[in-house]
């Protein structure tokens, strides 16, 4: 699985960003794929995540701001990102899984995600106060 992102850029505090992932190679109808994070000096963690059968997740920092969505073309995944704080501000990937277990890790098992998921390159956000 290939995974392109696009998006993302330098606002200040207050303001909104839109990240785009592009998915191709995928053999399964079911797979997650979603967004995570990793500022300086921190660990990665999971953004937001949606599944081919629905389910949304989201982590607890960004969740009534952030919105993730399947789009129009299959295999396209947006992060919509409203009223950013600089604590936002880090490098943001898109990642993906068929596992058919995917759903019960692929967002809270980040070791295994990036073991055994696909990831795509980092896309910059910065946010400033």
């Known amino acids: 699985v290939q995974l392109q992102a696009s998006g993302g850029g330098s606002v200040q505090t207050g303001g909104s960003l839109r990240l785009s992932c592009t998915a191709s190679g995928f053999t399964s109808d079911y797979y997650v794929i979603g967004w995570f994070r990793q500022a300086p000096g921190k660990d990665r963690e999971g953004v937001a995540c949606?599944?081919?059968?629905?389910?949304?997740e989201y982590g607890e920092p960004v969740q009534g701001r952030f919105t993730i969505s399947r789009g129009n073309a299959r295999n396209t995944v947006t992060l919509q990102m409203n009223s950013l704080k600089p604590e936002d501000t880090a490098v943001y990937y898109c990642?993906?899984?068929?596992?058919?277990?995917?759903?019960?890790?692929?967002?809270?098992?980040?070791?295994?995600?990036?073991?055994?998921?696909?990831w795509g390159q980092g896309t910059q956000v910065t946010v400033s106060s």
């Open positions: 949606i599944s081919t059968v629905g389910k949304i």
């Open positions: 990642a993906a899984t068929q596992s058919k277990s995917g759903g019960s890790w692929f967002f809270d098992d980040i070791q295994r995600t990036r073991d055994l998921g696909s």
